[in-house]
């Protein structure tokens, strides 16, 4: 008789994002002529730019010729792509080494696979509203997971707490969902804390390339002592529109230790290749020519056009939110705006609300933690006359 990993009894009856695409899908069936605009899931609008279809192409159009043609990639990425992204790192002043970086199909997937190089025995601690793969994936494993409360007392932004021990510490800044940012203050005290205790930050980056504050990290390596203690995930999805076509990256200092059951240190490094090469083939060639090209000077030009497209949807819908006098934090360096549910109305009451009247789907903030009841959140990924209508929608209907 198969037995069932009975730690996924404790997981939530679905992933956020599926129970929000389940509600929409049962709204649309009933009501098909209702235009409903999607401002929910951070998934991007704008195709691909020029440069990064161009070098795809052409790295398909070498599969096809025996002399170019490649089977198998590496497991951790091709050489080209690993020196574009260290030179990209070195672009705002971090030194990664190239052999430090594992290319992968996506930020998502490294974040939920690193927990198989961690004992059970770890305690989890995540920031609550927090992005659920974090929480998802280390119940999945049975281990104990802490919060540590991201309100709008701290400015969304949970600091460390020295009463509490934690092993293992996710970390989002830009933050999904709150759009909150760490300055390079509190990411040190974050620093601090995991050497202190021996801990491994685990730092999400999926939307650095959205601060535009100087002052801001966009890397947790920016942080003297991090190389120590952190592990780095990026992601092209929110930089560069490759949510369908899939390609991150994690970075893992050399340096970087945990250890056995006696108090040995073990290269992180090494146990990720290890899993990595057991459990992944690499990312397709073209992608990583695709990836690749994000680097290069035009690519960088072209993306931040993109990046600028969807900035302009967070202006606009932060000044609704000034102009009906709605509370929010975010859309400044991130494309996530986090909202206040106006009249006390609670997370999914107001989802619920907004999809009957408006045909607006957001996310409930409910659906990050407990911190986020009350909450919602809408991207700035949507198309821009979209947005433009949701926006006049909902001025309508708050008025
Ligand atoms: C989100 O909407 O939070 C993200 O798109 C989810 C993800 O990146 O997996």
Redesign the pocket.
């Known amino acids: 008789m198969a037995k069932m990993n009975e730690n996924f009894l404790n997981l939530k009856e679905s992933y956020l994002?599926a129970e929000v695409a389940k509600r929409v899908k049962e709204f649309s069936a009933q009501n098909p002529d209702k235009k409903i605009i999607r401002l929910?899931?951070?998934?991007v609008t704008l195709p691909l730019v020029p440069v990064v279809v161009d070098a795809m192409k052409k790295g398909a159009d070498e599969l096809g010729v025996k002399e170019t043609f490649k089977g198998y990639p590496e497991y951790e990425g091709y050489a080209f792509l690993h020196k574009a992204i260290a030179d990209y790192y070195k672009s705002f002043g971090v030194e990664i080494g190239t052999d430090e970086i594992f290319v992968s199909d996506g930020?998502?997937s490294d974040v939920g696979n690193i927990v198989d190089v961690f004992g059970i025995d770890n305690t989890v601690l995540v920031t609550d509203p927090v992005?659920p793969?974090y929480v998802d994936t280390n119940i999945m494993s049975g281990r104990k997971i802490i919060y540590a409360d991201s309100n709008e007392e701290n400015g969304f932004a949970a600091m460390p707490d020295k009463n509490i021990k934690a092993d293992m510490i996710y970390l989002c800044s830009p933050n999904?969902?709150t759009g909150s940012v760490y300055t390079k203050q509190q990411l040190k005290e974050w620093v601090d804390y995991a050497l202190e205790n021996k801990a491994v930050i685990l730092f999400d980056a999926?939307y650095e390339a959205y601060v535009s504050d100087s002052e801001i990290p966009r890397s947790i390596f920016a942080i003297e002592g991090a190389r120590k203690c952190a592990v780095e995930f990026c992601?092209l999805?929110?930089t560069a529109g490759f949510?369908g076509t899939r390609c991150g990256y994690t970075i893992i200092p050399n340096e970087l230790e945990v250890y056995d059951s006696n108090g040995n240190p073990v290269s992180l490094k090494k146990l990720w290749y290890r899993r990595q090469s057991s459990k992944f083939n690499g990312v397709s060639y073209p992608v990583q020519c695709a990836a690749a090209a994000v680097f290069t000077p035009q690519g960088q030009e072209q993306i931040k056009q993109n990046i600028a497209y969807y900035m302009k949807n967070a202006k606009l819908i932060a000044e609704t939110l000034t102009e009906l006098g709605i509370k929010f934090t975010g859309g400044i360096n991130s494309p996530y705006i986090w909202l206040k549910c106006p009249n006390g109305m609670g997370s999914w009451e107001f989802f619920d609300y907004l999809l009957k009247n408006i045909q607006v789907v957001g996310?409930p903030g409910e659906g990050f933690g407990k911190n986020g009841k009350g909450w919602f959140r809408l991207?700035a990924f949507g198309d821009y006359e979209n947005t433009v209508t949701a926006m006049k929608r909902l001025k309508e209907l708050m008025k």
């Open positions: 994002f929910g899931i951070g998934d930020a998502k992005y793969v999904n969902p999926a992601s999805s929110k949510t996310t991207t």
